[in-house]
């Protein structure tokens, strides 16, 4: 069973600090999705890497895919309020779409 | 293009009763699957069906059911509920699961609550 570990659990900053999530583990992924999501909504998709070293930016965010595939990370720059939220990383297998989410990071950006 | 649209958003249900939540893919997706997200935790996957045929299931008990209809669409029936039970189902759609990076789009969910 593959297990996904995500760190820190909760983050709290002031608008403007930078931070980094970051998703692990021991098997190897054929890709893997960070997510985003509102209390009281559904998850909404950030990004999808799917080549080892891959780095790839969303505005004031970047994902970076490990080269082993095997760990990724969530770095934001300058966060505002509006990043508050719970932050998921997912990896899909082979297994017709199957996503193992890691438990989120829970972020609090106060203004 | 409308999303993953799911019902009901919201319901309450006694211990013992039965539920049905509905589900209808992005338009052209014919892979649907099912998480339940407790409360504080990332979702766990129940169910998956691409082509109606039943593709995968996660760690759930028997009374956790689903099937996929002709059109794509889906249905999740949890039987004999209990009290752990209340989460947020989510249903999410993708084109085609066996191609790598393929990406999965959720609904909104269904809040389902068991007293």
């Known amino acids: 069973t593959q297990l996904l570990e995500q760190s820190p659990q909760f983050l709290s900053i002031q608008e403007g600090e930078n931070l980094t999530v970051y998703c692990n583990s021991s098997?190897?992924?054929?890709?893997l999705q960070w997510y985003r999501q509102e209390p009281g909504e559904g998850p909404v998709l950030l990004v999808t890497v799917v080549t080892g070293g891959e780095v790839k930016k969303l505005k004031r965010l970047t994902f970076q895919f490990g080269d082993a595939r095997k760990d990724s990370s969530l770095h934001i720059t300058a966060a505002q309020p509006g990043d508050t939220g719970l932050y998921l990383c997912a990896a899909g297998g082979t297994s017709y779409g199957k996503l193992t989410f890691g438990q989120g990071t829970i972020l609090t950006v106060h203004p | 293009d409308a999303g993953v649209t799911q019902s009901p958003t919201h319901l309450i249900k006694t211990r013992g009763q039965h539920v049905t939540l509905r589900c209808s893919p992005i338009?052209?997706?014919?892979?649907v699957s099912w998480y339940q997200q407790v409360l504080g935790q990332g979702p766990q996957f129940i169910f998956q069906?691409?082509?109606?045929?039943?593709?995968g299931r996660g760690n759930f008990p028997d009374r956790f059911s689903a099937r996929q209809f002709p059109n794509y669409s889906s249905e999740l029936n949890v039987n004999a509920l209990l009290l752990g039970d209340s989460a947020l189902y989510l249903c999410a759609s993708s084109l085609d699961p066996l191609v790598a990076g393929n990406t999965i789009y959720f609904g909104e969910g269904s809040w389902l609550t068991v007293v």
């Open positions: 098997s190897v992924f054929s890709s």
């Open positions: 338009s052209g997706h014919k892979s």
């Open positions: 069906y691409y082509e109606k045929e039943e593709r």
